[in-house]
């Protein structure tokens, strides 16, 4: 073998040994980044880090696993534009309090449901109302930019309604939206309850009742309601589980079952008044 060719032969060599040896630490990185990441977060599946919608996940988003029905939720998750799913964006100016809520869907004895809390009347925003478990960013949950939405969406669940976080698999993220009567600029969280664990109230002074809703009542057209609020302004509404599910949660619900392709023809003319309270 000539010189030339011991040359060539043993650059190849090299070159195969160095793909080889950054492949494996590539994979090793890898492996021990999403492992540290959910195991940190508490989020079953494999890890993400990506930012949609202008929201940093943290590498704490997974769709690993899920079940196929909710495959319609997760596709509207990554296709809907912010103004599908409400007039009330976030201000221009970078204006309003950061937080998260968590829109956790279950399966249970009917089927698939979600998880909603009632707020105490005590609270001096949105008192008495159904919602998802959420609230505002603590410096405890980390930067937007990294994750810290997610974080907080459930943290404040855990804190609401004694939620486990480690049973919850996050997958989607949707568009930041607007509640100017609170300045809230909110994140809606998307979770799958790959396994549940009992839920009820923590503190009555921030939740008054937990509660599931199957997903089949929420779109039974006798569920569904137009609320009539004394401003004027007129809004989408649930009849379920001894509640008028409302507001931001209603807003977002419904917005959720259209673009999953889950609602079902029902009369915009039914209407529930409410009060300068509400």
Do not use: C
């Not at 159904?130 to 980390?142: Q, Y």
């Not at 109230?201 to 009742?209: F, G, I, S």
């Not at 609602?263 to 309270?277: F, G, S």
């Amino acid at each position: 073998m000539t010189r030339t060719e011991e040359e060539t032969k043993a650059t190849e060599a090299a070159g195969e040994t160095k793909a080889a040896g950054e492949a494996g630490v590539a994979k090793a990185a890898g492996v021990a980044g999403a492992a540290g990441v959910a195991k940190a977060a508490g989020v079953a599946g494999a890890a993400e880090d990506r930012k949609i919608y202008g929201v940093g996940t943290g590498g704490l988003l997974s769709r690993e696993g899920l079940p196929a029905w909710l495959a319609p939720v997760d596709r509207a998750a990554r296709t809907v534009a912010p103004e599908q799913l409400s007039r009330f964006l976030p201000p221009a100016s970078g204006a309003g309090r950061q937080s998260a809520v968590l829109i956790l869907f279950g399966e249970g004895e009917r089927g698939p449901e979600l998880l909603l809390m009632e707020r105490s009347g005590s609270l001096r925003s949105h008192a008495g109302q159904p919602s998802f478990p959420g609230g505002a960013l603590d410096p405890e949950d980390g930067s937007p930019a990294d994750g810290g939405l997610l974080q907080a969406a459930l943290r404040e669940a855990e804190e609401e309604t004694g939620l486990d976080p480690s049973g919850v698999q996050l997958f989607g993220v949707l568009p930041q939206l607007y509640i100017p009567v609170s300045g809230f600029v909110v994140t809606p969280v998307l979770g799958w309850w790959r396994t549940p664990t009992p839920v009820g109230v923590v503190d009555p002074a921030e939740t008054a009742r937990v509660f599931t809703v199957p997903v089949a009542d929420l779109t039974d057209p006798a569920n569904r309601a137009t609320t009539v609020h004394p401003s004027g302004h007129q809004g989408p509404a649930f009849l379920v589980a001894s509640a008028l599910v409302w507001g931001f949660t209603a807003g977002v619900i419904d917005r959720l079952l259209h673009y999953a392709g889950w609602e079902r023809p029902w009369d915009r003319a039914k209407q529930v008044p409410l009060d300068w309270r509400a």
